[in-house]
């Protein structure tokens, strides 16, 4: 059985296949204008003919500013758009971008013929391109001395950076002479040395642009060792030194804001980056201090001065402690001194004497201690507390035990 769609996906596959068609996006068309409508809403709706076919066609009030005339039943006109299925309805027509009058098809095929050229010359290509300086001091400008564009110019420069000097070369931009005089504008101002030209005017028909899609300009922007930006008509308008110039501004004003840096921004920046360098080096500056601080109490410390100061605290330090400990060691040996010496004088021959008692040796000075180292006659020596008493044995009586000596007993 074979598939069955619904009416929108057949458009939207119709839609698909219109969009990649690489004419369709793109496409000059001719014919007589019939069925004009101007909506409320801007929009202009209408039906292009010839003598065997018909086709509708709508322009939208955003793309008005490509038209430069009112569209009239019978006028015989280009419209250049793209052909697209609208898939509510599921028809097609062709929505147009821009429309001239038939008048101006021969400049229209001059235009892609030259465009194609040079493009195979080129002359289009990106490596070509030089870079506009981002920082300039002088702005040539090729444009009417009188007109709208260069007071644009003027004015959006002299607000972005007032220190920027503008040298005018006031061109003819229009006619049989303008093609020669804006060359001559080109070749001067790169003469004179400035950074940046650009070169252009106000909007226009193609035919009053037309000066800048003569080949000879389009050669000259090439050739300009200068870097050329093209402002020429309104943002919807095209030409072949647009394709040629190192930069394409869409009107005279997006020119001189493209050419000419901001210098309020700069300043603001330079501030910020003022602060940041200003924050960053404090912060460097308390650590380092704090370092610094460090290593200084590290080298008061560490120092040989300081060291010394510090050995003789100590030393101090120990000699108060050697001499405590001495005086402690002293106290403990009197203390135990006294008790010896106490102890000494229970012990001592004296005090014994002091006592009463006596001591007797014999002739030969050994101590009496028993009545068998005497016989009578011998020879003793009694000593007292004053002094001592020769004396002689005259008995020698052993102590018994049922005779003891009446001083012991007592």
């Given at each position: 059985?074979?598939?069955?769609?619904t009416?929108t996906?057949?458009?939207?596959?119709?839609?698909?296949m219109?969009?990649?068609d690489?004419?369709?996006?793109?496409i000059s068309v001719?014919?007589?204008?019939?069925n004009?409508?101007?909506?409320t809403s801007?929009?202009?709706?209408f039906?292009?003919?010839?003598?065997?076919?018909?086709?509708?066609?709508v322009?939208?009030a955003?793309?008005?500013s490509?038209?430069?005339?009112?569209?009239?039943?019978g006028?015989q006109?280009?419209?250049?758009?793209?052909?697209?299925?609208?898939?509510?309805?599921g028809?097609?027509?062709?929505?147009?971008?821009?429309?001239t009058?038939?008048?101006i098809?021969?400049?229209?095929v001059?235009?892609?013929?030259?465009k194609?050229e040079l493009e195979?010359?080129?002359?289009?290509?990106?490596?070509y391109k030089?870079k506009?300086?981002?920082?300039?001091?002088?702005l040539g400008?090729?444009?009417?001395e009188?007109?709208?564009?260069?007071r644009d110019?003027?004015?959006?420069a002299?607000?972005?950076?007032?220190?920027?000097?503008?040298i005018?070369?006031?061109?003819i931009?229009?006619g049989?002479?303008a093609a020669c005089s804006?060359?001559?504008?080109?070749?001067?101002?790169?003469?004179?040395g400035?950074d940046?030209?650009?070169?252009?005017?106000?909007?226009g028909?193609?035919?009053d642009?037309?000066a800048?899609?003569?080949?000879?300009?389009?050669r000259a922007?090439?050739?300009?060792?200068?870097p050329?930006?093209s402002?020429?008509?309104?943002?919807?308008?095209?030409t072949i030194?647009?394709?040629?110039?190192d930069?394409?501004?869409?009107?005279?004003?997006a020119a001189?804001e493209?050419?000419v840096?901001d210098?309020?921004?700069l300043l603001e920046?330079?501030?910020t980056?003022?602060?940041?360098?200003?924050?960053?080096?404090?912060?460097?500056?308390?650590?380092?201090?704090?370092?610094?601080?460090?290593?200084?109490t590290?080298?008061k410390?560490?120092?040989?001065l300081?060291?010394?100061?510090?050995?003789r605290?100590?030393?101090?330090?120990?000699?108060?402690?050697?001499?405590?400990?001495m005086s402690?060691?002293?106290?403990e040996?009197?203390?135990?001194?006294?008790?010896?010496?106490?102890?000494m004088?229970?012990l001592?021959?004296?005090e014994?004497?002091?006592?009463?008692?006596?001591?007797t040796?014999?002739?030969d000075?050994k101590?009496?201690r028993?009545?068998e180292?005497?016989?009578?006659?011998?020879?003793?020596?009694?000593?007292?507390?004053?002094?001592?008493?020769?004396?002689?044995?005259?008995?020698c009586?052993?102590?018994?035990?049922?005779?003891?000596?009446?001083?012991?007993?007592?």
């Amino acid at each position: 059985m074979r598939n069955v769609y619904t009416v929108t996906q057949v458009n939207s596959y119709i839609k698909n296949m219109f969009t990649q068609d690489y004419m369709l996006r793109s496409i000059s068309v001719k014919g007589e204008i019939s069925n004009c409508k101007y909506h409320t809403s801007g929009h202009i709706y209408f039906t292009l003919k010839d003598q065997s076919g018909t086709i509708a066609c709508v322009m939208f009030a955003g793309s008005r500013s490509g038209l430069a005339f009112q569209l009239t039943e019978g006028a015989q006109v280009i419209v250049t758009g793209r052909v697209d299925v609208y898939e509510r309805d599921g028809k097609y027509q062709l929505y147009a971008q821009k429309i001239t009058k038939q008048g101006i098809g021969d400049l229209y095929v001059r235009f892609e013929q030259l465009k194609k050229e040079l493009e195979e010359q080129g002359m289009f290509a990106a490596e070509y391109k030089r870079k506009i300086p981002k920082y300039i001091r002088t702005l040539g400008v090729v444009t009417a001395e009188t007109g709208a564009a260069v007071r644009d110019i003027i004015n959006v420069a002299g607000r972005r950076n007032p220190y920027v000097q503008i040298i005018l070369y006031p061109a003819i931009v229009q006619g049989e002479a303008a093609a020669c005089s804006i060359i001559n504008g080109i070749r001067a101002l790169e003469r004179a040395g400035v950074d940046v030209i650009i070169a252009g005017r106000g909007g226009g028909s193609i035919e009053d642009l037309w000066a800048f899609n003569e080949e000879e300009v389009a050669r000259a922007v090439f050739e300009c060792t200068v870097p050329v930006i093209s402002a020429v008509g309104h943002e919807t308008d095209f030409t072949i030194t647009d394709f040629v110039a190192d930069l394409r501004a869409p009107t005279p004003s997006a020119a001189a804001e493209l050419a000419v840096y901001d210098v309020k921004e700069l300043l603001e920046r330079m501030q910020t980056v003022r602060q940041l360098y200003t924050r960053s080096m404090e912060q460097s500056l308390r650590e380092y201090s704090l370092k610094l601080s460090g290593r200084k109490t590290r080298l008061k410390y560490m120092s040989p001065l300081s060291r010394i100061r510090d050995k003789r605290h100590m030393s101090i330090k120990l000699e108060e402690e050697l001499q405590s400990a001495m005086s402690q060691v002293i106290k403990e040996k009197k203390q135990m001194l006294s008790i010896y010496i106490e102890r000494m004088k229970g012990l001592s021959p004296l005090e014994k004497l002091n006592q009463g008692y006596t001591y007797t040796s014999t002739a030969d000075g050994k101590a009496l201690r028993s009545v068998e180292q005497v016989e009578e006659g011998d020879r003793l020596k009694i000593c007292v507390t004053d002094g001592f008493v020769e004396a002689g044995v005259l008995s020698c009586h052993p102590v018994q035990e049922s005779r003891c000596c009446p001083e012991l007993q007592m």
